[in-house]
């Protein structure tokens, strides 16, 4: 059984100058967004992406996720703590960023984009997905820096069973890691390889909705639910899985309508 380190949340103290490691972990997202993006524009060159174009998706993508991130804690998982404590709501480096707020915001960014540039909205998405997953996975890595959103309780006798102290004594799954892994890490590898290849308008969108809906609804059995604007409804779901439901069947749908065209 192995216990949290709780790390020092501040990696670097100047004065009265603090960085915090879960900022520095949405640094290390955009840098890589920036380096795949790249590297994804250089094997499929058919797509016409530069870096110019990358860049100015970066900036459009940074503020969707942050202002949708942040609207999303404070509307869909807290409202009652942040609508009492309103100076709180821009204390991001805190922690406190909703996936589903910060994925609204980017779609709304990435349509607006889209209709500057004449992209398109689909064509913009279905670039982008490959470059989602490992930033999700730095923003859990920082969620367990900060200990927060720790896990469900489980049986000592699991080896990596870890006790959050500031919590209780009890051994919970360190459920950040697990959705590193997951959400992060192979959702990066399927789409990865997904989207190497030509594909219909829409499908690589639809993988991610689908798997980033599937692979979060399973991470959130073994997390400790936040309270939620619906708290626990039917079956015993949390809000996060409430919210999981949509992506899916609307991934599923955009599947199936995507296999119609013709890949590009």
């Not at 202002?67 to 999303?72: A, D, E, Q």
């Not at 980033?212 to 936040?226: H, K, N, W």
């Not at 039917?234 to 996060?240: M, N, P, V, Y």
């Amino acid at each position: 059984m192995l216990t949290h380190p709780q790390f020092n949340p501040v990696a670097i103290s100047l004065g009265p100058v603090s960085v915090h490691w879960y900022g520095l972990m949405y640094m290390l997202a955009f840098v890589l967004f920036i380096v795949l993006g790249r590297a994804h524009a250089r094997r499929r060159p058919e797509l016409g992406w530069d870096a110019a174009r990358i860049d100015d998706l970066l900036l459009y993508g940074m503020l969707g996720v942050v202002i949708g991130g942040r609207l999303g804690e404070v509307l869909f998982f807290q409202p009652g703590y942040y609508f009492a404590n309103p100076s709180q709501i821009i204390a991001i480096w805190k922690g406190g960023m909703s996936f589903h707020g910060g994925f609204l915001g980017v779609l709304v960014a990435m349509w607006l984009y889209g209709r500057r540039t004449g992209q398109g909205f689909w064509r913009v998405t279905d670039f982008i997905a490959p470059l989602v997953p490992t930033g999700l996975a730095a923003g859990r890595i920082g969620n367990f820096i900060n200990g927060e959103l720790w896990g469900r309780p489980v049986t000592a006798d699991v080896p990596w069973a870890m006790v959050f102290p500031w919590v209780d004594a009890v051994p919970r799954h360190p459920s950040q890691i697990y959705q590193a892994l997951g959400e992060g890490l192979l959702l990066f590898v399927i789409l990865w390889l997904y989207a190497a290849q030509p594909r219909p308008l829409k499908a690589v969108s639809a993988v991610f909705l689908i798997g980033y809906g599937g692979l979060r609804f399973a991470a959130e059995f073994f997390r400790t639910p936040d309270p939620g604007i619906f708290g626990t409804l039917a079956w015993g779901l949390s809000t996060a899985q409430w919210l999981c439901v949509p992506m899916v069947v609307v991934g599923v749908l955009l599947l199936a309508s995507a296999k119609r065209r013709a890949p590009v």
